[in-house]
């Protein structure tokens, strides 16, 4: 049975840091990208951002890359989603994703996490 596992969610400043975690087991972590949703109250689920299966490759929506930085650790079998410069419009539960091919699409993600919520407050 696979399970994603997220952490590291909860209340903080706008301008702070998060580091949001995913556990995976029940897969061959390392065949499998791994990436984040987020879905804030009232809106679509967005992808966040990705990470290959050699984590040599991370694929992020427009405009998010450099305040968020997707790495993963193939011993610990987890992929880490380091969020800075936090803002308000961040608020959202993110969503741990997992699936064979890169992204590719809204319709991608074979596996989710229940999700963990992150609070940024102004």
């Known amino acids: 049975q696979v399970q994603l596992v997220e952490s590291g969610g909860g209340l903080v400043q706008a301008g702070g840091s998060l580091r949001l975690s995913c556990a995976a087991s029940g897969l061959t972590f390392r065949r499998y990208t791994m990436g984040w949703f987020r879905q804030a109250p009232g809106m679509e689920r967005e992808f966040v951002g990705a990470v290959d299966w050699s984590g040599g490759n991370t694929t992020y929506t427009n405009g998010r890359q450099g305040r968020f930085i997707i790495s993963r650790d193939a011993a610990k079998n987890t992929v880490y989603l380091q969020m800075n410069s936090l803002k308000p419009e961040d608020t959202a539960v993110y969503y741990c994703?997992?699936?064979?091919?890169?992204?590719?699409?809204?319709?991608?993600?074979?596996?989710w996490g229940q999700g963990t919520q992150v609070t940024v407050s102004s």
């Open positions: 994703v997992a699936d064979l091919p890169n992204y590719s699409g809204p319709s991608w993600g074979l596996y």
